[in-house]
Protein backbone atom coordinates (compact mmCIF):
# COMPACT_ATOMS: atom_id res chain seq x y z
CA UNK A 1 0.00 0.00 0.00
CA UNK A 2 2.97 2.53 0.23
CA UNK A 3 6.02 2.84 -1.86
CA UNK A 4 7.32 5.49 -0.13
CA UNK A 5 10.71 6.09 0.78
CA UNK A 6 11.30 4.37 4.56
CA UNK A 7 13.01 7.56 5.80
CA UNK A 8 10.24 10.00 4.50
CA UNK A 9 7.27 7.29 5.87
CA UNK A 10 8.79 6.77 9.46
CA UNK A 11 8.88 10.39 9.93
CA UNK A 12 5.56 10.92 8.50
CA UNK A 13 3.93 8.04 10.94
CA UNK A 14 5.89 9.47 13.92
CA UNK A 15 4.18 12.90 13.59
CA UNK A 16 1.08 11.46 12.89
CA UNK A 17 1.16 9.60 15.71
CA UNK A 18 2.08 12.80 17.99
CA UNK A 19 -0.50 14.48 17.33
CA UNK A 20 -3.35 15.03 19.75
CA UNK A 21 -6.12 12.51 19.02
CA UNK A 22 -8.82 15.31 19.76
CA UNK A 23 -7.84 17.49 17.11
CA UNK A 24 -9.69 17.43 14.08
CA UNK A 25 -10.11 18.31 10.59
CA UNK A 26 -7.86 21.77 9.97
CA UNK A 27 -6.40 22.11 13.51
CA UNK A 28 -5.09 18.23 13.33
CA UNK A 29 -3.43 19.35 10.00
CA UNK A 30 -2.00 22.61 11.70
CA UNK A 31 -0.54 21.08 14.59
CA UNK A 32 0.49 17.79 12.07
CA UNK A 33 2.09 20.88 9.77
CA UNK A 34 4.85 22.45 12.31
CA UNK A 35 6.11 19.52 14.06
CA UNK A 36 6.57 17.96 10.27
CA UNK A 37 8.17 20.71 9.20
CA UNK A 38 10.48 20.99 11.66
CA UNK A 39 11.72 17.36 11.10
CA UNK A 40 11.99 17.46 7.24
CA UNK A 41 14.75 20.19 7.59
CA UNK A 42 16.60 18.11 9.94
CA UNK A 43 16.38 15.29 7.02
CA UNK A 44 19.61 15.17 5.85
CA UNK A 45 19.32 13.25 2.43
CA UNK A 46 16.15 14.79 1.83
CA UNK A 47 17.60 16.03 -1.37
CA UNK A 48 19.08 12.37 -2.23
CA UNK A 49 15.22 10.98 -1.78
CA UNK A 50 13.30 13.64 -3.62
CA UNK A 51 15.42 12.61 -6.91
CA UNK A 52 14.66 8.59 -6.47
CA UNK A 53 11.21 9.35 -6.04
CA UNK A 54 8.26 8.84 -8.85
CA UNK A 55 6.73 11.27 -10.06
CA UNK A 56 3.65 10.47 -7.72
CA UNK A 57 3.92 8.54 -4.55
CA UNK A 58 1.25 7.31 -1.90
CA UNK A 59 0.94 6.55 1.35
CA UNK A 60 -2.26 6.42 3.35
CA UNK A 61 -2.34 6.11 7.45
CA UNK A 62 -5.69 4.64 9.56
CA UNK A 63 -6.33 5.72 13.00
CA UNK A 64 -8.97 5.02 14.76
CA UNK A 65 -11.56 7.25 13.00
CA UNK A 66 -9.16 8.98 11.23
CA UNK A 67 -7.72 8.14 7.46
CA UNK A 68 -4.80 10.38 6.44
CA UNK A 69 -3.76 10.16 2.76
CA UNK A 70 -0.04 11.59 1.85
CA UNK A 71 0.59 11.70 -1.84
CA UNK A 72 4.06 13.20 -2.82
CA UNK A 73 3.86 14.92 -6.50
CA UNK A 74 6.93 15.23 -8.00
CA UNK A 75 6.80 17.30 -11.50
CA UNK A 76 9.63 18.00 -14.00
CA UNK A 77 7.40 20.66 -16.17
CA UNK A 78 4.88 23.43 -14.62
CA UNK A 79 1.51 21.86 -13.50
CA UNK A 80 -1.61 24.06 -13.45
CA UNK A 81 -4.82 23.14 -11.46
CA UNK A 82 -7.75 26.11 -12.25
CA UNK A 83 -10.58 26.42 -9.90
CA UNK A 84 -9.83 23.34 -7.98
CA UNK A 85 -12.63 22.38 -5.17
CA UNK A 86 -11.04 21.34 -2.63
CA UNK A 87 -13.24 17.96 -1.11
CA UNK A 88 -11.18 17.18 1.96
CA UNK A 89 -8.77 18.96 4.77
CA UNK A 90 -5.74 19.60 2.70
CA UNK A 91 -2.03 20.42 4.21
CA UNK A 92 0.89 21.48 0.72
CA UNK A 93 3.93 21.03 2.54
CA UNK A 94 6.80 21.62 -0.32
CA UNK A 95 9.53 19.91 -0.20
CA UNK A 96 11.61 21.72 -3.28
CA UNK A 97 11.09 24.19 -5.42
CA UNK A 98 7.91 26.41 -5.22
CA UNK A 99 4.21 26.50 -5.61
CA UNK A 100 1.88 29.56 -5.96
CA UNK A 101 -1.96 29.18 -4.32
CA UNK A 102 -4.96 31.21 -5.49
CA UNK A 103 -7.39 31.47 -3.04
CA UNK A 104 -10.74 32.17 -4.13
CA UNK A 105 -13.95 33.67 -2.14
CA UNK A 106 -16.31 31.80 -3.82
CA UNK A 107 -16.59 29.95 -6.78
CA UNK A 108 -18.65 32.75 -8.81
CA UNK A 109 -16.31 35.77 -7.95
CA UNK A 110 -13.02 36.86 -9.39
CA UNK A 111 -11.36 38.06 -6.54
CA UNK A 112 -8.34 36.08 -4.76
CA UNK A 113 -5.35 35.89 -2.59
CA UNK A 114 -2.43 34.97 -4.13
CA UNK A 115 0.18 32.83 -1.47
CA UNK A 116 3.66 31.82 -2.66
CA UNK A 117 4.46 28.97 -0.73
CA UNK A 118 8.42 27.93 -0.50
CA UNK A 119 10.55 25.10 0.28
CA UNK A 120 9.79 23.86 3.63
CA UNK A 121 6.51 25.91 3.94
CA UNK A 122 2.90 24.46 4.27
CA UNK A 123 -0.80 25.64 4.10
CA UNK A 124 -3.61 24.00 5.44
CA UNK A 125 -6.62 24.31 3.17
CA UNK A 126 -10.64 23.24 4.22
CA UNK A 127 -13.31 21.56 2.82
CA UNK A 128 -14.89 23.50 -0.09
CA UNK A 129 -12.13 26.23 -0.81
CA UNK A 130 -11.86 27.05 -4.21
CA UNK A 131 -8.15 26.91 -5.51
CA UNK A 132 -5.67 27.50 -8.34
CA UNK A 133 -2.58 25.77 -7.92
CA UNK A 134 1.02 26.40 -9.97
CA UNK A 135 3.78 24.03 -9.47
CA UNK A 136 6.73 25.32 -10.79
CA UNK A 137 9.08 23.25 -12.79
CA UNK A 138 11.14 21.03 -10.59
CA UNK A 139 9.04 21.33 -7.35
CA UNK A 140 8.28 18.23 -5.06
CA UNK A 141 5.16 18.76 -2.66
CA UNK A 142 3.50 16.41 -0.20
CA UNK A 143 -0.25 16.91 -0.02
CA UNK A 144 -1.89 15.49 2.83
CA UNK A 145 -5.82 14.97 2.40
CA UNK A 146 -7.83 14.41 5.93
CA UNK A 147 -10.47 12.31 5.99
CA UNK A 148 -12.82 11.50 9.29
CA UNK A 149 -13.92 8.24 9.24
CA UNK A 150 -16.81 8.26 11.78
CA UNK A 151 -18.54 11.71 11.21
CA UNK A 152 -20.33 11.27 14.87
CA UNK A 153 -18.17 13.51 17.43
CA UNK A 154 -21.15 13.16 19.82
CA UNK A 155 -19.39 12.43 23.21
CA UNK A 156 -17.53 9.57 22.56
CA UNK A 157 -15.15 8.77 25.52
CA UNK A 158 -11.95 10.45 25.18
CA UNK A 159 -14.26 13.70 25.17
CA UNK A 160 -15.06 13.15 28.71
CA UNK A 161 -12.84 15.06 30.63
Do not use: W
Request: glycine share 2%; charged share 25%.
Amino acid sequence: MTNFPKELEHIILDEYNNVNDKLIGINFLEAFKFNLITKLTSLSELSTLIENLKDQTNLIIEKNSTKLEAIIFQNKGSIFQLKKKIHKSTLLVVLDGELQVDLFEDEFKKEYRKLNIYRFMGICLSTNTIINLNSFKNSCFIEFLKTEINNNIVNSKKDII
